[in-house]
């Protein structure tokens, strides 16, 4: 029922395109169109965060590792859900973008676990309501994109978001607790002491 119900949605949003939107979302699926908003956000909390930083990274390294492989090796290898582009039933209705597919499976989208990932990271860390707003519109664009491109169901998308979330928001909870039981109390990371 379920599944009926998720293949139907995606049918109706992925059928809403055009070839300017193609491109569009073919970039905003893209990574490396990112990396100037993954440095805007390290410098902001540099900013916040001062000597600190480097720890945080090495949390946030952890927290994007985890968000990545958990979603391939936990969920799209045990669960092995067709992609719509791969699905029989389907596949000749999906609009597909520059023919790719991507691997097999779709369940959960590593692309929606990775930008939930960092928006969740991010937002615990600056906390401002405009940003907040700013970088989970941004997630889920990212993660609509993939419907779009006819590479996941928004079932893929939200067990992704929900993964993506769930670790991010696990690795703030670790760090604070390092903070709060080791880094605190550092002449290094607190040198006003």
Same mark, same amino acid.
């Given at each position: 029922?379920?599944?009926?119900?998720?293949?139907?949605?995606?049918?109706?949003?992925?059928?809403? +395109?055009?070839?300017?939107?193609?491109?569009?979302?073919?970039?905003?699926? $893209?990574? #490396?169109?990112?990396?100037?908003?993954? *440095? =805007?956000?390290?410098?902001?909390?540099?900013?916040?965060?001062?000597?600190?930083?480097?720890?945080?990274?090495?949390?946030?390294?952890?927290?994007?590792?985890?968000?990545?492989?958990?979603?391939?090796? *936990? !969920?799209?290898?045990?669960?092995?859900?067709?992609?719509?582009?791969?699905?029989?039933?389907?596949?000749?209705?999906?609009?597909?973008? +520059?023919?790719?597919?991507? $691997?097999?499976?779709? !369940?959960?989208?590593?692309?929606?676990? +990775?930008?939930?990932?960092? =928006?969740?990271?991010?937002?615990?860390?600056?906390?401002?309501?405009?940003?907040?707003?700013?970088?989970?519109?941004?997630?889920?664009?990212?993660?609509?994109?993939?419907?779009?491109?006819?590479?996941?169901?928004?079932?893929?998308?939200? $067990?992704?978001? #929900?993964?993506?979330?769930?670790?991010?928001?696990?690795?703030?909870?670790?760090? +604070? #607790?390092?903070?709060?039981?080791? #880094?605190?109390?550092?002449?290094? *990371?607190?040198?006003?002491?």
């Amino acid at each position: 029922m379920l599944e009926l119900l998720d293949q139907k949605v995606f049918l109706f949003l992925n059928s809403i +395109n055009s070839p300017f939107f193609d491109t569009i979302m073919v970039a905003i699926s $893209g990574k #490396l169109i990112w990396v100037p908003l993954y *440095f =805007a956000i390290i410098w902001w909390m540099f900013r916040i965060y001062g000597r600190k930083l480097p720890v945080i990274l090495l949390f946030i390294i952890v927290a994007v590792i985890l968000a990545d492989q958990v979603s391939v090796a *936990f !969920f799209k290898n045990t669960f092995q859900r067709l992609r719509p582009c791969h699905e029989p039933a389907i596949k000749d209705m999906v609009h597909l973008v +520059n023919n790719k597919c991507g $691997g097999l499976y779709g !369940f959960v989208s590593s692309h929606a676990s +990775n930008s939930f990932n960092v =928006a969740v990271l991010s937002l615990l860390h600056i906390r401002q309501k405009w940003f907040s707003v700013a970088i989970l519109t941004w997630a889920a664009v990212v993660g609509y994109s993939r419907i779009y491109l006819g590479v996941h169901y928004p079932g893929d998308i939200i $067990g992704g978001a #929900l993964l993506g979330s769930a670790i991010g928001y696990t690795i703030v909870k670790l760090y +604070n #607790l390092t903070d709060k039981r080791l #880094l605190s109390h550092r002449e290094y *990371f607190n040198p006003q002491q």
